[in-house]
């Protein structure tokens, strides 16, 4: 069974430019959960997609968005981008609510 | 203010050495997840605990829920290089299904 596949695994962009990032969970999984990861912040929780609908959302500016699609894959876009953007973005899928996270193997972003 | 704590951050260890890492927190969880990550992939998930007291072993590595169900700890005996990463611990607090993440130990294994 295939698991979470993030693409691309890196991208190196320009400030002001903007960027999306994609995910296609695992077959059966109707959650995915975008994560943004910082040496020195962690893991940061973006926001979380159940069929097609945004469940949840982290403190995030009105940059970042999502959406999930009727086949479950996920696109997250991150407008104007800024130097702090840069960091390892993790997708994770869900089968439903209240069971195991599996990850992706990240996007690394670096914006210059 | 972080829901789950993890300690220590590092760890530093010769080969051999037996250590454990600490998830605490104040609230109540359904279940938490252990996961072990290598740098610039994504965290692969080790186990899930569940009920509290409840003890999983996976090959050298052992994991423990406390009975409250507000903390857990991993424990790795003889320690091998191949143990290094950054090892996370997760999970929904009690009526809710957001996964909360802890920030990580940074686990070194010196060979």
């Known amino acids: 069974k295939a698991g979470v596949t993030q693409t691309p695994r890196y991208l190196i962009k320009t400030r002001g430019q903007q960027v999306t990032l994609s995910c296609s969970p695992i077959s059966g999984h109707r959650s995915v959960s975008w994560y943004q990861q910082t040496p020195g912040q962690g893991l940061q929780f973006l926001f979380e997609?159940?069929?097609?609908?945004?469940?949840n959302k982290g403190n995030f500016p009105g940059r970042f968005s999502g959406r999930q699609f009727s086949n479950s894959r996920s696109e997250m876009n991150v407008s104007t981008l800024e130097l702090g953007d840069s960091a390892l973005y993790l997708c994770?899928?869900?089968?439903?609510?209240?069971?195991?996270?599996?990850f992706g193997q990240g996007t690394r972003l670096t914006v210059v | 203010t972080q829901l789950l704590e993890q300690s220590p951050q590092f760890l530093s260890i010769q080969e051999g050495e037996n250590l454990t890492v600490y998830c605490n927190s104040s609230?109540?969880?359904?279940?938490l997840q252990w996961y072990r990550q290598e740098p610039g992939e994504g965290p692969v998930l080790l186990v899930t605990?569940?009920?509290?007291?409840e003890v999983k072993k996976l090959k050298r590595l052992t994991f423990q829920f406390g009975d409250a169900r507000k903390d857990s700890s991993l424990h790795i005996t003889a320690a091998q290089p191949g143990d290094t990463g950054l090892y996370l611990c997760?999970?929904?607090?009690?009526?809710?299904?957001?996964?909360?993440f802890g920030k990580g130990t940074k686990l070194s294994v010196i060979p």
């Open positions: 997760a999970g929904p607090p009690a009526g809710s299904y957001q996964l909360t």
């Open positions: 605990v569940v009920t509290g007291g």
């Open positions: 609230s109540v969880f359904s279940s």
């Open positions: 994770a899928s869900r089968r439903r609510e209240n069971t195991e996270a599996f």
């Open positions: 997609y159940f069929s097609e609908t945004q469940r």
